[in-house]
């Protein structure tokens, strides 16, 4: 499991969300074509640790969730339920595979949002981006300490 499985995972797992995307939730970009309203989620960048001793298990990954609509009004409507969703959250997130396929969210925290007009997507779209950091431990990582 990755920090982006697993994050479209648990936002299709809230109801408000999921009766709004269904399963449009993509990895990178927005495929053409699509359905609206989606979500597209991209890591933008990744820290991970070292010491003397060796790599620290906590990682920070800052990503970007894009909630895409044909209206403003959809897209902000979207992009709140994903930050309600997300920001402040702690919990393990799993894929039911093994413990291995297990990350465990020290905490999300919302970064920034910006409001975008897409006029050359789908005849024009608008879309909600808003950074979290992510902050994780794959489960079954050595810690160092």
Partial sequence: MTVITGLRAFLLDNAGIAALVGPRVYPLRLPQKATMPSIVLTRIDEINDAHLRGPVALNRARIQVDAWAATFDGATALGTLCQQRLDGFHGIWSDGASPASQI????????????????????GLCRQSTDFFVHYMEIGEPILI
Avoid at 110 to 123: K, N, P, S, W
């Fill in 104 to 123: 465990q969210v020290q905490g999300i925290f919302h970064d920034v949002a910006r409001d975008f007009f897409e006029e050359e997507i789908l005849g």
